[in-house]
């Protein structure tokens, strides 16, 4: 088993909402996340995105490219429609070493979109399913030959959102396809991670580590919020510091051999939220929760 543990830049910058931490410098996010005890880096929109320039930067911090996500629009494009809007990203991941890429797809999605609640999320019909997931199995099994594996996120406000939408994903895709576990995203759509963990285990190939403030998903569930006033609230926070049973999920992942990444994937407003402070917490909670489980986490 090869773990290991990093972060993505919404602690410092969000993408979703650029407005947050926009003046907060790459070299910022960088310097505080390896401070706090990062191995590595999801991309950001601060980021650049041409290896050359990239890898040196992050070789500077010595930083790993652990993956990026990648705004999928396969109900809206053929397959080889797909395959060429990728290949830029698919190029700079495979190039820095990611082996995984955080896909998701976004036609429709509402998570963006702060003046809409997340009850219009988007529902896909059953007639369209089948069209949707062959396709997806396809660029799947492209990128999984070019040495990177997708890592399907189920996220709030898109198509795949709920514990059930994740079955239906899983048993109708090509196990080509992997699965990203966000922990937050799913016990907001009202998922368990846990059960989620132990029924895909053999397709889950990358992890988002965020937590759940559970007053305020209760506050934004009963207001009927917008995913990004949720996160303005402080739904999420970093790992060990919410309500989701993180000692029972790191065991079953644990006991089912999962290795690739560790993710703190928490946004929240650093104006509220000091980044530095929560990134350092979100690392500590991590490591004492691999160490709880026996997890042996590679630097």
């Known amino acids: 088993m090869t773990i290991r543990i990093g972060i993505n830049p919404l602690t410092w910058t969000n993408d979703d909402l650029p407005s947050l931490g926009a003046d907060t410098s790459l070299e910022t996010c960088l310097s505080e996340g390896k401070q706090a005890g990062f191995a590595g880096f999801e991309l950001g929109n601060k980021f650049p995105r041409k290896a050359e320039i990239l890898g040196p930067i992050l070789d500077s ?30 190029t700079l991941l495979k190039t820095l070493g990611a082996s995984v890429m955080v896909y998701c797809e976004v036609t429709h999605c509402i998570h963006g979109a702060q003046d809409t609640p997340l009850s219009q999320r988007p529902v896909l019909p059953d007639d369209q399913w089948q069209s949707f997931t062959e396709k997806l199995s396809a660029l799947a099994q492209y990128c999984q030959a070019q040495g990177v594996q997708l890592a399907y996120h189920h996220h709030m406000g898109t198509v795949v959102q709920s514990e059930a939408d994740i079955d ?31 029924r895909h285990a053999s397709r889950i190939n990358h992890v988002h580590c965020k937590d759940i403030r559970l007053e305020v998903l209760e506050d ?54 000091n980044p530095l402070e929560y990134a350092t917490l979100g690392a500590k909670n991590l490591r004492n929760l691999c160490a709880d489980a026996g997890i042996t986490l590679s630097e």
């Open 168 to 198: 239906k994903l899983m048993q109708d895709t090509d196990p080509a396809l992997g699965l990203l576990l966000d922990t937050g995203h799913l016990m907001y759509a009202g998922g368990d991670p846990i059960a989620v963990q132990r």
């Open 61 to 90: 911090h010595q930083l790993k490219l652990i993956s990026g996500w990648f705004s999928g629009q396969l109900l809206s494009r053929s397959v080889e429609e797909e395959i060429a809007a990728i290949q830029d990203h698919l």
């Open 220 to 273: 934004s569930q009963n207001r009927n919020l917008s995913f990004l006033d949720a996160v303005l609230n402080g739904v999420f926070t970093v790992p060990g510091d919410g309500c989701i049973d993180y000692d029972t999920l790191f065991n079953g992942l644990k006991k089912d051999n999962y290795a690739g990444w560790l993710v703190v994937e928490a946004e929240q407003d650093p104006a509220i939220a």
